[in-house]
Every structure is written in C-alpha cells, then in structure tokens.
C-alpha cells in the first residue's frame, strides 16, 4: 500500500466484496469510511476490522441524489480528506427482457449508474483542489459484454466504463486516477439480491456465484489494481475469458454465451 494513502471511502460496504475491502484496508492501518443503507450492519462490519478506531461509518442511500453534495462535505469532514473513493455499491438482475418492468431498468439506472456519477461528480472538485485523488469502480465482466437475464444491470456497467474513461480523459493532468474493476463471479450474495423482473428480489443464491472466486482473493486483487494505479482489470472463471473473446469475435462470444444456461 502506498504510505501516502490515507483515507479510503467504500460504498456498499456492509456486505460482499465491500466488506472484504473494509477488512483489508483496516489491516494496512488505512482509514476507512463505511457507507450503505444499513447502518448496523455496517457497525459490525467496523467491529470485525482490526482497527476500528480508524473507523467511521456514514450511511445513506445511493438515489438521494439531492443530499449528494452534503454527503460529500460531510464525508470530508470525518478526517480531513480522502484519497481513494471505491465505489462498490449496486445491484443485479435475474430477469428475461419480456417479463422486466420498465421501473426495475430504472432503479438498476439509478444504483448501479446514476448513484455512482452523482458521489464522484461531488467529490471531484474536492480531489482537483487537493491536488489529486483515486477513483475506483466496481463494474463487471458485463460492463464488457452481456448475457440473458443481465440486461438492465450489463447496461448499467456499460454506462459506468463511458463515464469514468471520460473522466479518466478530463482529470488525468489534475493527478486523477481511475480504476475500473470487471470481476467475474465472486462468492457474494449479490444473486440473492438481484432483482427479477416484478422488483422483488431473487431470494437464492446462484449457483454460479457459490462457485466463483472468493471475496477474500477478489479483494486483494482489487487493492493491488488501485495501489498500481492500472487502468482496468478482470478476474474470474471461464466467464472472463468473454472480455477477451468478444475483442475477437463478438458474433462467437454471442453463441458461447447463448448456450452456456447461465441463470
């Protein structure tokens, strides 16, 4: 880790891949602020950290896009400053296209796309008067390519790599970085929470996500993406290898994930 990063703020961090941050950073003596909707579990995600202390938890919900600039001010004020904001928080789907309600694609909009433009667009003049600042996103393989069943939450992710590359553009002279991470299947609970097509959640875990990569190697492999500062990355299963093969045939990949029964 970097001896001149201080202070880390993760969203969607009561939970999953967040969490494991959470832990990891607490362990190289970071501060850390906490943010998600859930307050307690939050605190026991603090509580589970070797250096609590370091700690402080700010809670709010994502699509409050009104408080978003006093949420900022006030994330600012916990320690002074903050130099790597991770921007974790989001949602899935598990829903066919014909059976989606137009109000699921939009609440997948707003957490997975619109939440994450309104924090960074706050924090930026904060990062430009400090005289720079980390921006690391958490997308997904479906940010690259898309597959049945994702359609709302793989044009999310899209959506985040036009924005962020651009900001990439903009800022990479006021010593701005961005990193956007694409993880495949990791072990979370994320499918449980996916929304079907009705907005109700999934309620069971897939079994493509049981099998997948664990949060705790996930994690270290996202902290060494942002310390090396790296552009982007993926990691995963077979399912990676879509990011690869989509640059090479995007009619091939089509067919391999048309019949690969993913769920």
């Known amino acids: 880790m970097n001896k001149k990063t201080k202070v880390v703020w993760i969203t969607g961090a009561s939970s999953g891949i967040g969490a494991e941050l959470a832990r990891q950073y607490s362990n190289l ?136 590359d651009t900001l990439r553009m903009e800022h990479q002279n006021d010593n701005i970085f961005v990193t956007i991470i694409c993880p495949g299947f990791v072990n979370t609970s994320i499918s449980k929470n996916s929304l079907t097509g009705d907005g109700t959640p999934l309620g069971k875990y897939d079994r493509a996500n049981a099998r997948g990569l664990s949060v705790e190697l996930s994690a270290k492999k996202i902290i060494s993406a942002i310390h090396k500062k790296k552009w982007e990355i993926s990691f995963g299963g077979k399912e990676r290898m879509g990011v690869y093969l989509k640059r090479l045939s995007n009619k091939l990949l089509h067919y391999i994930v048309k019949k690969s029964n993913v769920r």
Do not use: W
């Open 29 to 164: 003596g970071v501060k850390l602020i906490l943010s998600s909707r859930r307050a307690e579990l939050l605190g026991q995600v603090k509580s589970n950290c070797c250096y609590p202390e370091n700690i402080k938890i700010l809670p709010f919900d994502l699509i409050d896009f009104k408080s978003v600039s006093e949420l900022v001010k006030s994330a600012y004020e916990l320690f002074g400053t903050i130099d790597i904001l991770i921007n974790n928080a989001g949602i899935s789907q598990r829903s066919l296209i014909i059976n989606t309600d137009f109000e699921v694609y939009k609440r997948l909009i707003e957490i997975n796309y619109l939440g994450q433009v309104a924090i960074s667009n706050a924090i930026l003049p904060y990062f430009i008067k400090q005289g720079g600042g980390s921006f690391a996103i958490i997308s997904s393989v479906m940010g690259k390519y898309s597959s049945p069943y994702r359609s709302g939450y793989a044009a999310a992710k899209h959506a985040l790599h036009g924005f962020f």
